[in-house]
């Protein structure tokens, strides 16, 4: 997987405004997107991204476990949190 920001969220709406906002910044060669926690998994084996942005609400299991992740071995990959909850 090229790097480049990971989305996971579930909205595919909020996903698509996501992208576009974010390559809209200059310089991003590649965006992945997901819409689930085992897509988002995936996504993350071997990967390297250089941001996850990630919805703390997804179908498919608990998205802490995306964070998990993505921090795995000291990992210095910035996480932001999405939420739509207070």
């Not at 595919?12 to 998994?41: C, I, M, N, Q």
């Not at 250089?50 to 179908?59: H, Q, T």
Request: overall charge negative; glycine content about 10%.
């Amino acid at each position: 997987m090229a790097p480049g920001p990971q989305i996971a969220d579930d909205s595919a709406l909020f996903r698509t405004r996501l992208v576009s906002v974010v390559t809209e910044l200059g310089g991003v060669k590649a965006v992945t997107e997901v819409g689930d926690v085992p897509a988002a998994l995936d996504a993350l084996q071997g990967a390297r991204p250089d941001l996850v942005l990630l919805d703390i609400e997804m179908p498919g299991g608990d998205s802490l476990e995306v964070l998990a992740k993505a921090k795995e071995g000291k990992s210095t990959i910035p996480v932001i949190v999405l939420t739509a909850f207070p």
